[in-house]
């Protein structure tokens, strides 16, 4: 199986993205990267240094749907004849952005974000949003757990992997323990688990950090040699990369029981603490990790939260 690494500019702080080509029929995209010209231009030329076409593709294929990695899925699709589009059901960011779902922001004021805060974030996200087309309900199909993605000359096969947004998947070459990661792994970076409602629940709250435990874990069991991640260089030795993550969240969560006073913090109060001086994008990506980890921590009896004024405040044990 040919798997042709594509890397693509974006305009976000992560820097370019990485797409794959799978060069066999039916010829498959995994990730389009975001609606740029920029991106587009770059998509086209890789295609072509492959001796492939746009027009050629046939099977279109999200690990997530982040801008970065989905936003030119609707022009691909169209200018390929309506090549199938498939996604996980648990992703939302390919039908509405961020934040625009009423459960999005209450998560957001349960975390202790004030309202202006909120919005500030809502209406940031409505400029991000212009990186990507929605999809409407009928316009994609639905990647399953454990399933095969069939090729002439193998196949690969899906796996859910829960965490940096609750439907990111991966997929597996098992014939050469070769993966495809999307953001579940990234060889210089530890990917930022999003605050998302549940999908089961949206009044709930997805438990982002324990389910990318439990994902990395489960990439470990294939002992895979080679990790295609979103974004940097490929990941040559996961064994080594698994036991770094873990120690980062170890470290991590260790901080942000240090820093609740005994009287008690909100998850923004944490972030702000944490992050004292980011902007943009990232004030929504700090309060998603200090909610991520106090989440964690709550689950392992490490802290005590209880709900004030409607607001959830963690408290040390």
């Known amino acids: 199986m040919r798997i042709v690494p594509i890397s693509l500019p974006t305009p976000f702080y992560i820097g370019p993205v990485n797409v794959y080509l799978i060069a066999e029929d039916p010829i498959t995209l995994i990730d389009t990267g975001p609606k740029t010209r920029e991106a587009n231009e770059a998509l086209r030329e890789a295609l072509r240094k492959a001796r492939f076409r746009v027009s050629d593709i046939r099977r279109i294929v999200l690990t997530h749907a982040h801008e970065d990695h989905c936003g030119l899925a609707r022009s691909v699709r169209d200018e390929a004849k309506d090549a199938d589009v498939l996604v996980h059901a648990w992703e939302t960011g390919h039908r509405v952005g961020r934040l625009e779902y009423e459960e999005h922001r209450a998560l957001l004021v349960r975390a202790g974000v004030p309202r202006e805060e909120v919005e500030r ?9 212009q990186y990507a087309d929605s999809f409407e309900a009928d316009e994609y199909g639905e990647l399953h757990d454990e399933e095969e993605l069939e090729f002439a000359t193998g196949s690969l096969r899906i796996l859910h992997t829960p ?13 050469d323990r070769t993966i495809i990661a999307g953001d579940c792994v990234l060889k210089r970076i530890t990917p930022n688990p999003v605050l998302s409602p549940d999908p089961i629940d949206p009044n709930k709250r997805f438990a982002s950090l324990a389910e990318y435990l439990v994902s990395l874990a489960r990439l470990r069991t294939f002992a895979p040699t080679l990790v295609h991640g979103g974004h940097g260089d490929p990941v040559e030795d996961f064994e080594e990369l698994f036991n770094r993550y873990f120690r980062a969240i170890q470290d991590r969560q260790a901080q942000v029981v240090r820093l609740l006073p005994k009287a008690g913090a909100t998850a923004w109060d944490v972030a702000r603490q944490m992050f004292p001086d980011v902007d943009d994008v990232h004030r929504f990506l700090s309060v998603s990790e200090a909610v991520a980890h106090l989440d964690l921590a709550h689950s392992e009896g490490k802290i005590g939260l209880e709900m004030a004024d409607g607001r959830e405040v963690y408290r040390p044990q």
Do not use: D, I, N
Not at 121 to 129: F, L, N, T
Not at 163 to 175: I, K, Y
């Open 121 to 129: 974030m809502r209406k940031m996200y409505e400029g991000v949003r």
């Open 163 to 175: 965490g940096h947004t609750p439907g990111s998947c991966s997929f597996v070459r098992e014939a």
